[in-house]
């Protein structure tokens, strides 16, 4: 150690540099280099040594590593045994000195890097193992150097010995390395560095491995390995390897658990791989129970008290996979226990988003209606459904007289759209249960507090479904759902804030809007009505604007803030549409909001022969409720006299006022006797054509036999012909 303190280390290798010189034309065997060689070797060898020794190693001048590597790694250079294997010591040390390099200090330069390379290549070459590739840590000093990216140059090498170093360093380093890096991938928190760890995992060969010797493990270390397994069932890529490689050590744990912890989540594992791999499931549905074995563990492991949150949110995790199949959804609607469960640990969760949306989506999915398909929708549906069981109607076609026997076909055979359990009543009755026993509207307006966009999404799916059922709207609206539905409706993802604007609309179409929205919150449902209109889907047009037409019936200040949010050029446009059913309740939306001065005055001002032209059409459409609220329109405008005259000048005008006169509905012939009265009033042209329509003996028949709540409209409008007349 001395030496090296007084600077004797550096004079050796200067020493060892200049024997190498003066050897060209000699015998390596007689020089002093093997000797000075071994010296520096055993002096480098030393721990408190090894840093100083290294560090001279690395220094740039002329006697440092180039020299000293460079004559040993000759290719003219003999093979002598003591040589490489005092320089191989060397090489371990600078190695081992390298990795510990602070910033700032030298670094092995390429060519360096490279000389060093060829020297643990000699080394290949020799009977001696091969000492600075045969411990992780040495070769990842190596491999973490930032000229290391020159080494891979060598894997080109016409010498084979320099090809075989390369991948036996990489080998050593990779599998060093490795572990720290899928560590840290494993636990990362965004899916795809997890999905990049996994794939690293499959493919390098490691599951594998890890599968041969599983068995052996600690319990802990197999606990994990379980849990590593269900992160990777979440991508299809390493879902199939999964499959693949790891299915039986799933299964045993499946069916002969250790414990509670060890069946969760080889359950949950499995429950993952059976909705995309085939032979799973069928594996699972060998079984005795199937696959059901797994739902009443679940359900057992949410109501068991001494179950711990991580068994919880296993449980809720797996059932929200298994949810998608509707006899689960029965037997978690039938277990109340369960989402009272669920309350208590979104109350304990604290903003845990993963524990969150769980439970949201697990929810969403019992309590979800089946989408309304198209007729081009239900096509595709049985020829998708014929495609994966082409066999399914031949087996039915061939038991149809053994069904005839028992009344009903097997629930096996049913596909999931079409089970009875899935039918819209067999769902209402699920949702009613979870309101009145389980709590649900309570849970639901906690997971609405969250500010995850995937967790306000699915809460907001789940108020959909309570809220079409009008028998629980008043429920939802006494346990605060408009309030958290507003909330929703105005801060989410585009589609769920609409989901949650759909079911304020059907909330607000049937429940006094008064009672609904107390306060100020009546202004903010507004916004979202109207984006609800504008979007493409029928049915939520129909109700938005049949929500809107319920807000608009309170007072002119709900009528304005429509007027400012664009809501009338909306409602106009949706007169247009194909359905009849968004016809009538756009012409139904509009009639209460003429009563606002600046919609009256935009349809009586002069100009606005187009909303008059067409508000006369609809007066006289097929669909009573669309004729009803149109003329209800012309009621109102006719009491401007302009308006009453413009109207009058519409093509078959009095034709279709005097028609109003006629019907057989009492609404219809009170609105057409008023506007009568007020087109008579505002012009003696006009009396010529109501007069030729038949209006006088239309308002005759009204007054001589029509209902008494009519009679003095039709006497007024006869009087006010009559006057005009003179």
Known sequence: MQVVLDGGFELLVDAVSMEAAADVAGSPESSLRLLLLRTIA?????????????????????????????????????????????????????????????DGEPILSAQRASLLLRVLAARCATQYPVHAVSTQEIALALFKLAEFVHVFRHVADQDERFASLVSALLSHAVQSAFHKTIESWLNASDSSTRSCGLLGIARSGVLDTIMDVIELEYEHVQLNTLRMLVSACNEPETAKLVAMRCAPFLFKHYRQPRNAAFQSTASLALVKLMMTERSILDELMRGEGGSQLAVDFFIKTLQASASTSRD????????????????????????????R???????????????????????????????????????????????????KQAGQAAGAATGAATGAASSDDLDEYDHPLNQDEAVAKRVRRLVASAGLLQTAGLLAKSDSLAVRDAVSRVYLSVATDTDLRGALVQQGGCRALLSLATHGSDEGMLTAAH?????????????????QSVFEAVRPLIALCRGKLLLRQFEALMALTNLASMNDDVRALVVREGGLPVMEELQFSDHAMVRRAATEAICNMVYHPAVFEQYARPGASSRLKMMVALSDAEDFATRRAASGVLAVLSSDAAAAKAIGEQPRAAEIVVGLVADQSVELQHRGAETVKNMALADRGLLGRLIGAGAVQALARLVDEGDETVVQTAIDALQAMAAKST
């Open 42 to 102: 055993n002096i480098a060898a030393l721990p408190d040594a090894a840093a100083a020794c290294s560090k001279c190693f690395l220094r740039g001048n002329g006697g440092g590593l180039d020299l000293f590597l460079g004559s040993l790694a000759s290719p003219d250079a003999p093979n002598n045994a003591s040589r490489p294997h005092s320089a191989d010591s060397v090489a371990v040390v600078i190695a081992n000195a390298a990795k510990g390099l602070q």
């Open 312 to 339: 919880k949110a296993v449980a809720v995790e797996a059932l929200t996979y298994l949810s998608v199949q509707v006899v689960v959804k029965e037997k978690i609607a039938a277990a109340p226990e369960v989402v």
């Open 341 to 391: 469960a669920m309350h208590a640990m979104c109350v304990a969760a604290n903003e845990d988003r993963g524990t969150l949306y769980g439970v949201a989506a697990l929810l969403s999915n019992v309590t979800a209606y089946r989408k309304r398909l198209s007729a081009e929708e239900e096509q595709v549906r049985k020829l998708k459904a014929f495609a994966n069981n082409p066999n």
């Open 503 to 519: 079911a304020l609309a059907k909330t607000a179409i049937t429940t006094d809007p008064n009672l609904a929205f107390k306060g």
